[in-house]
T-cell receptor, first 115, second 113 residues
Framework: ETGVTQSPTHLIKTRGQQVTLRCSSQ?????VSWYQQALGQGPQFIFQ???????GRGNFPPRFSGLQFPNYSSELNVNALELDDSALYLC??????????????FGPGTRLTVL | GDSVTQMEGPVTLSEEAFLTINCTYT??????LFWYVQYPGEGLQLLLK?????DKGSNKGFEATYRKETTSFHLEKGSVQVSDSAVYFC????????????FGRGTSLIVHP
């Protein structure tokens, strides 16, 4: 069983640029969630996608957007990058509908640095 | 809103010492509670969970008991190893709805030989 993978591992951008981060869900999972983890902080929920539709959103501006594809892989897009966007971005997949508790499986993350 | 408060780290212990990492929460209703572990360079892994009051979650020698009366979910291990060095996150998810956890800030554990 293949786990959650993310690409790239590291990324350096400059302020104002746009970035796309990618996630491949664990086989059989239908839901993907994205989190931002600033240095020394816990992960903050950005949004969740279920069957290609946004299914919940945290307190992040619209310049953070996402996509989920039919094969359940996913992208996180961030426009007009700001210095404070520098963080580890985590993707997590789960199988919704398998029971009352839907464990999330996390990828290793993408470290984004904005200069 | 929901929140999780963890003791600040780093927690530094010698191998075979007893570990406690405190976690308290604020939430309406009856949330589920979790501990995640993040090893260097890796994503988060679920360590243990408890879904109702007085439940005890356990895994790999770690334990935590859901205490509704004190709104706490402290992580304990009787004898830590160097390989337990990592960052530990306490989290909750509200009862009902989709599972979207709220995380604490994390507590770094450093175990020396």
């Amino acid at each position: 069983e293949t786990g959650v993978t993310q690409s790239p591992t590291h990324l350096i951008k400059t302020r104002g640029q746009q970035v796309t981060l990618r996630c491949s869900s664990q086989s059989g999972h239908n839901t993907v969630s994205w989190y931002q983890q600033a240095l020394g902080q816990g992960p903050q929920f950005i949004f969740q996608y279920y069957r290609e539709e946004e299914n919940g959103r945290g307190n992040f501006p619209p310049r953070f957007s996402g996509l989920q594809f039919p094969n359940y892989s996913s992208e996180l897009n961030v426009n007009a990058l700001e210095l404070d966007d520098s963080a580890l971005y985590l993707c997590a997949s789960s199988l919704v509908g398998s029971g009352s508790y839907n464990e999330q499986f996390f990828g290793p993350g993408t470290r984004l640095t904005v200069l | 809103g929901d929140s999780v408060t963890q003791m600040e780290g780093p927690v530094t212990l010698s191998e075979e010492a007893f570990l406690t990492i405190n976690c308290t929460y604020t939430a309406t209703g009856y949330p589920s509670l979790f501990w995640y572990v993040q090893y260097p360079g890796e994503g988060l892994q679920l360590l243990l969970k408890a879904t109702k009051a007085d439940d005890k979650g356990s895994n790999k020698g770690f334990e935590a008991t859901y205490r509704k009366e004190t709104t706490s979910f402290h992580l304990e291990k009787g004898s830590v190893q160097v390989s337990d060095s990592a960052v530990y996150f306490c989290a909750l998810s509200a009862s009902g709805g989709s599972y979207i956890p709220t995380f604490g800030r994390g507590t770094s554990l450093i175990v020396h030989p």
